[in-house]
């Protein structure tokens, strides 16, 4: 029964290749089952760590970020939180899409620092028809370019590793924040699909009552609070009904309760800060060592 189903499947999983027997195939079958859970548990997971673990670790990156002001120690740390989202595999489609506007705005503060920074002794490295480009503001323009692309990145990785119940769970239980603090903004949160889908059915109803729907550049100001105004009474209604059950139901800001759901500090998440500190800290020396490190100083910029 088998042979006959693997030979009918050889040539989709072979292609032209010739396989001498089913017991070959099934053998290359489970080499390559083999191979691929290799390469999956060569892939760093965070998604199990504790969220307070790593907003720990972002927070010391941010940190590191703010007193540093040369390019060189900048791009190294950049470059180490681009390795770390690709070995974790945060980059995804929705992650990519994120990083456009960072992208604009990092590129912007590059060139808006090499054109208008306020620096000592300047010397013009080109020209753009008014613009005068100087090498010090370049150098400037650089180390904050890649601060706000480190500092975007590692929130990006932060974001799509974290479950925002568990991140919530993890404040309660390790940050000591009030359940009624919490558990409000975890309601909040929640209401961001909610308050999308009001919005399309707002207009869609008008659409319906054969409202003109305008152009982006032909709209006038006061055409924004036929969607604006509705989508408030709706959200203020609905949250209103939100606090009287949260108020029902004891989620006060000095109440205890107990939890269904616990989310501990283990021993990895202790590895996982410390390991994160140690690279910093050994980028940060390796770049003293090489003459580079510039700590915080006045801003420069423009």
Excluded at 6 to 15: D, T
Excluded at 228 to 239: E, F, S, T, Y
Aim: aromatic share 12%; charged share 15%.
């Amino acid at each position: 029964m088998m042979e006959p189903l693997f030979l009918a499947v050889k040539p989709m999983i072979y292609g032209n290749r010739n396989v001498s027997s089913p017991k070959a195939g099934w053998n290359c079958l489970s080499k390559l089952k083999l191979y691929q859970g290799m390469m999956k548990s060569t892939m760093l997971k965070i998604n199990n760590l504790n969220p307070t673990a790593k907003l720990l670790s972002n927070l010391i990156l941010l940190v590191a970020c703010v007193m540093i002001f040369d390019p060189q120690t900048m791009v190294m740390l950049f470059l180490t939180t681009v390795f770390f989202g690709v070995i974790t595999r945060s980059f995804r489609k929705k992650s990519i899409k994120a990083l456009l506007p960072l992208l604009c705005f990092a590129f912007a503060i590059l060139w808006m620092n090499a054109a208008f920074a306020k620096v000592n002794h300047p010397q013009i490295i080109g020209t753009l028809g008014p613009l005068n480009f100087s090498d010090k503001g370049l150098i400037v323009g650089l180390s904050l370019c890649f601060r706000v692309m480190t500092i975007g990145i590692s929130s990006i990785i932060f974001t799509t590793n974290t479950d925002p119940n568990d991140f919530i769970l993890s404040l309660i239980k390790q940050c000591r924040l009030s359940p009624g603090i919490a558990y409000g903004m975890l309601t909040a949160f929640r209401f961001l699909p909610s308050i999308e889908a009001d919005l399309t059915l707002i207009i869609a109803a008008h659409q319906i009552r054969n409202a003109k729907k305008q152009k982006w550049y032909a709209k006038n100001s006061s055409a924004w609070y036929r969607n604006a105004i509705p989508l408030l009474a709706v959200n203020l209604r609905r949250a209103e009904r939100v606090a009287i059950a949260m108020e029902a139901r004891g989620f006060e800001n000095n109440m205890v309760r107990t939890y269904h759901k616990t989310i501990d500090w283990q021993k990895k998440d202790t590895i996982f800060v410390a390991c994160a500190a140690l690279i910093i800290i050994l980028i940060i020396s390796y770049s003293a060592y090489q003459g580079w490190l510039v700590g915080f100083k006045t801003w420069q910029g423009f």
